[in-house]
């Protein structure tokens, strides 16, 4: 894990400032009015959430041999929410204030004798149940007979096809179906910028076991695996891992785990681990009439497989990862003079732009013609950036959006065909051949 730090305390204004201005995130339809709880992702927020998924899909998927990939659609038979519960129990407690008209969250509000926004005492209506799920329909009518809803999570589309993955694959459990994809939930009260929002991404898991003890073991490894993959990204004192007491955990559920971060709010989930047991494939096998069980060959022996679960919000995570990262620090430029610099420390692997290459002097043509061939050459390997003007200017620029390494060509290049390789977190600056800049990049990226 990034060790403990001193590092600058970002409030969300810093952020979702920097985040606007570097094209990082943009409010969805803004020149509208936007609309609440949506975002757009701008140029580096799109690598940002690309490269948060990639690290997410080679540790689950690409490095082991007992997950295989799945992308199941948004729209599925609406009977599939029924099975799930979510039909009937998918809601949260809404209140509304009689006086200023707002809506908020029941659970959300530290009491209800009076209204958090206009402070009206006895203004608030009693808790009511609001279904989450986004409704639309299925062809050209819009009855009762064609409603439909956007998935509220993508989980369900893994166990409605638990059989014919397996088949298809040739896996018998242990072994897990991984996926990430889009959501929706109308939530009530969408807030803290892009933590809780009505359109966003999960990367899940869902991991079959057989009856035979070792579901618990399953878990336990899981939370392992999860606890190592966020302590790779995030500053230590920033993440939690917090088992729930058995008092807190749903019904069917044999132990949960949740990931936390340490938003400028407070607490936030990042993602949970859970062992659901049986539950879901049960669910869908009496709702559906059909057969989800696994026969095991081997052992003629026919069971409904236990499920470890492991759910991670991509957006919520790109979040984290973005605040963990702001930085403002304060130190002596090359005049003598005490500067400031804002600087997000991503982890080099999460980084939207790994390089960037500078031409000293945009006006002399040899520099800005070897610049760019170098920048041709590096972004066949890493993502990269062009740029050029004064030095200064530039490395804060890319400073600011996380960039770890900055390669200058000057004039000394076109003498010895040197140039500087400029790092982000030290600002250290090494002067070396230009042929070398490739092997070395490559080398710290892959360390």
């Given amino acids: 894990m990034i060790p403990q730090t001193q590092r600058y305390q970002p409030s969300l204004e810093d952020v979702s400032a920097l985040a606007k ?90 009491s209800l004798e009076k209204c958090p926004d206009c402070g009206s005492k006895g ?77 966003f991404e999960q990367a899940e898991l869902e991991f079959f076991i057989p009856p035979d003890g070792t579901d618990d073991q399953w878990y336990r490894r899981w939370v392992e695996v999860r606890m190592a993959w966020y302590r790779r990204y995030l500053v230590e004192d920033r993440v939690r891992f917090r088992e729930l007491a058995k008092e807190e955990l749903a019904h069917y559920a044999k132990g949960l785990t949740d990931v936390e971060y340490h938003f400028p709010w407070g607490w936030g989930e990042l993602e949970s681990i859970a062992n659901r047991g049986t539950y879901d494939l049960t669910a869908h096998i009496k709702e559906s009439g059909k057969d989800l069980s696994f026969f095991d060959e081997a052992n003629k022996a026919k069971y409904v497989p236990i499920v470890v679960e492991a759910s991670a919000g991509v957006d919520r995570t790109a979040l984290a990862l973005l605040i963990d990262a702001y930085d403002k620090q304060r130190y002596v430029d090359q005049t003598g003079k005490e500067a400031e610099r804002v600087v997000l420390r991503f982890h080099r692997q999460i980084a939207p732009v790994k390089v960037a290459v500078f031409a000293l ?70 002067r070396l051949a230009a042929d070398q800049v490739k092997a070395m990049l490559l080398e710290r990226l892959a360390g």
């Fill in 361 to 430: 002097a945009r006006n002399k043509p040899e520099l800005v013609e070897r610049a760019r061939s170098i920048e041709h050459d590096l972004r066949r390997v890493m993502r990269t950036q062009y740029d050029e003007g004064n030095i200064g200017q530039l490395y804060r620029r890319q400073d600011e959006v996380g960039t770890p390494w900055c390669v200058t060509i000057d004039y000394q290049t076109l003498d010895d065909g040197s140039v500087t390789l400029r790092d982000r977190d030290s600002m250290e600056q090494t």
């Fill in 123 to 199: 203004s608030l209506t009693e808790p009511r149940d609001f279904n989450l799920m986004l409704k639309t329909f299925l062809g050209p009518a819009e009855d009762t007979a064609s409603q439909a809803w956007l998935r509220p999570e993508t989980a369900q589309g893994i166990f409605v096809n638990f059989k014919n993955v397996a088949q298809a694959a040739r896996r018998k459990p242990p072994f897990g179906i991984a996926q990430i994809g889009k959501a929706f939930r109308n939530e009530i009260t969408p807030g803290n910028f892009t933590f809780r929002t009505r359109e």
């Fill in 21 to 110: 201005r570097r094209g990082f995130v943009f409010q969805s339809s803004e020149i509208y009015g936007g609309a609440g709880g949506v975002w757009d992702y701008g140029p580096l927020g799109t690598e940002l959430k690309r490269n948060v998924k990639q690290a997410w899909w080679h540790e689950i998927v690409e490095t082991r041999d007992d997950v295989v990939p799945f992308d199941a659609a948004i729209l599925m038979n609406p009977q599939t929410w029924v099975a799930s519960g979510h039909a009937a129990t998918f809601h949260d407690k809404m209140v509304d204030c009689r006086v200023c008209k707002h809506r908020f969250r029941a659970d959300h509000l530290p």
